[in-house]
């Protein structure tokens, strides 16, 4: 039996193990639940599809009316994820994500104020409210009286979240609050912020750690910026928010004093759902968009649709398409279905779906040619809007350090018992050597392939059985290559870029591919092997890919050009120049 308030996919991958429970079934809605997402679907469509023309002027002029923010009040659109007791539609993580996916075929900066609202801005109320704090606002925040936004960033802080220099020091019983916040999505139309902040620790002045404050817009000394002049989603609203000594009693205290920075972690996490739904949603539009304008035009006497280059950039649009709908799908189903540690996976669900819909958006571009490039088309505008997603909410740069050195904690962990047992083999013979041939089972179970209880796929359908191989073979050599890492580089890991980047390129492969596994499986099922046929190809596409990927990556590991990259960047860095004119 699964612990849930432990499992986790991708780091027991790395010790060889497939927890095959955490995906297989692939996950599906209640019933209850996907009667009433059809009909917010529906609704949307209805408010959203008349308006493409409206979308393109609202690009333009870098707004939003306050009218139609009100229409997407009346839909019910701020409330979908709020408890129905609190007045909203209390939708799980998928139900959520699939109408952000609705929402973003539309357009991606209405996709991103609903969003902002209710993956960051208002999630930390939900996650760690008491119930004091959830009466006060939910209601309001389900209607869209109040609009939501969450402020991390700051000018010295982005990445590095903990460098934030907004203060909340004790007065009494309250706390006065003062900084900037930079780049807030619905910073100037939100009344309800949450706010993390530096607050000092009990008994050690000189030192301080993160809180998080619910900071409402009629409070005294709130105050934003202008709307910030972007390259895309530039409908939707960003800006400045600053707070110039904000009185806040202690029951604006979000999560706990002190528990700011994991609090913070714990909501980006839990809200992925919503941007991959939303990158979801774009790559559909782009399909669409791509195939009528390639049937439509003619070159050389034919439609372009009859060209193999075209088809190519289809047929991987369809792959991305499907594959990060799986991923997206399956880590709504693991924070639907109470799994706690779903960090990792959902990481790499953010990492795999916004790259996907950036290979999408720029090759249905290619594919509409010159048309592509005029602001009369969509194409330009999807590819400006889908840009910020490889940014914000934790760059992918950054999961990707995290999916890595998150996802071989338990390879770390014992790898470290390991060479404590070593020291301490003398000192205690017998529990010493019990973690040792432990440990020496799993490295041999590695190499032959039989890693414990957990060894494999054993419930997918049997039209996958070479994929499902495949997919085995792999989780053994990456296994042996998180082993290997580990024991090369040790604690230095940490500054082994290259190395982290490659192990994590490797991960998200494998847990996307399991993620396809699971779909497909599910389909041919359901549907059968004729009806599912498409979808067994898909999943035959995606193996080669995986299969490329992990093993270009896997072999990387130890010949490459590491140090010489490096050398050449140090040298640019110096010049701060290219070096070298031909002439
Ligand atoms: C349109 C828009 C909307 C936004 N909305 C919000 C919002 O609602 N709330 C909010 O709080 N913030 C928001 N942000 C801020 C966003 O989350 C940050 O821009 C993002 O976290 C990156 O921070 P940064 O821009 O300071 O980049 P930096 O942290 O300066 O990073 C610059 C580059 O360096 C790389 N880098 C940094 N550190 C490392 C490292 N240790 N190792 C390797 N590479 C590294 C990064 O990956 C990146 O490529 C928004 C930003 C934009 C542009």
């Not at 953010?350 to 509409?368: G, I, N, P």
């Not at 580990?486 to 991960?507: E, N, S, V, Y």
Request: proline share 3%; aromatic share 8%; charged share 25%.
């Amino acid at each position: 039996m699964i612990d849930k308030s432990s499992a986790s996919f991708v780091q027991s991958l790395c010790m060889g193990q497939v927890l095959e429970e955490m995906l297989v079934p692939f996950p599906t809605m209640k019933k209850g639940e996907q009667e009433m997402l059809e009909q917010v679907l529906a609704s949307v469509n209805q408010l959203l599809a008349p308006r493409q023309k409206d979308f393109r002027e609202w690009d333009l002029a870098g707004e939003m009316p306050k009218e139609f923010i009100e229409e997407l009040k009346s839909f019910g659109l701020f409330g979908l994820i709020i408890p129905e007791e609190f007045g909203g539609m209390g939708f799980g993580s998928a139900a959520y994500s699939r109408v952000l996916q609705e929402i973003a075929r539309h357009d991606g900066s209405v996709a991103l104020t609903v969003g902002a609202h209710s993956s960051i801005g208002m999630r930390g109320l939900l996650l760690f409210g008491t119930p004091e704090q959830k009466k006060r606002w939910l209601p309001r925040l389900a209607t869209g009286e109040m609009i939501a936004a969450f402020c991390l960033t700051e000018p010295g802080a982005g990445s590095d979240a903990a460098a934030v220099r907004t203060t909340a020091v004790r007065d009494g019983n309250d706390w006065v609050l003062n900084g900037d916040k930079l780049w807030i999505t619905n910073g100037g139309i939100a009344q309800f912020y949450t706010v993390f902040a530096k607050t000092p620790v009990p008994g050690d002045g000189g030192k301080a750690q993160l809180t998080a404050f619910v900071v409402t817009s009629d409070m005294k000394g709130v105050s934003h910026g202008p709307h910030e002049d972007k390259m895309g989603i530039r409908a939707s609203n960003t800006t400045t928010v600053l707070f110039e000594d904000v009185r806040l009693t202690a029951d604006h205290v979000l999560g706990g004093v002190g528990k700011g920075f994991k609090n913070a972690m714990k909501i980006l996490n839990s809200g992925r759902t919503g941007l991959g739904g939303g990158c979801v949603g774009g790559m559909k539009s782009l399909i669409s968009l791509a195939t009528k304008q390639a049937k439509e035009r003619k070159q050389f006497g034919q439609p372009i649709s009859s060209f193999g280059l075209v088809k190519q950039k289809i047929g991987d649009m369809v792959v991305d398409c499907y594959a990060s709908e799986s991923v997206v799908t399956v880590v709504a189903g693991l924070i639907d279905g109470g799994y706690e540690d779903y960090a990792v996976e959902a990481a790499i669900s953010k990492v795999f779906a916004t790259e996907a819909l950036w290979r999408t958006a720029d090759e249905a571009l290619q594919v509409a040619g010159g048309n592509g490039y005029m602001r009369e088309y969509p194409y330009e505008r999807v590819v400006r809007d889908a840009r910020i997603n490889r940014l914000f909410e934790g760059t992918n740069d950054i999961l990707r350090l995290f999916i890595a050195l998150t996802g071989i904690n338990q390879v770390a962990a014992q790898l470290k018992d390991v060479s404590q047992t070593m020291k301490g083999v003398l000192a205690d013979p017998i529990k010493g050597f019990g973690v040792l041939s432990d440990y020496a089972k799993k490295t041999a179970a590695i190499r032959t392939g039989l890693v414990g209880d957990n060894r494999g796929f054993t419930k997918l359908h049997k039209a996958l059985e070479p994929q499902a191989e495949e997919f085995e073979e792999e989780v053994r050599e990456v296994a042996w290559a998180a082993d290997r890492i580990l024991r090369k580089h040790g604690k230095g890991i940490i500054g082994k870029q290259f190395a982290t980047r490659r192990l994590a390129d490797i991960l998200i492969d494998m847990f996307v591919f399991a993620c396809v596994l699971s779909r497909v499986s599910a389909a041919l099922q359901e549907k059968g092997e004729e009806q599912a046929a498409r979808e067994l190809e898909i999943a035959r596409v995606f193996a080669r890919r995986v299969r490329h990927s992990v093993r270009g990556n896997l072999r990387r590991i130890d010949v490459n050009d590491d140090e010489l990259v490096k050398s050449l960047a140090d040298d640019a860095f110096e010049r701060e120049a290219f070096g070298w004119d031909a002439r």
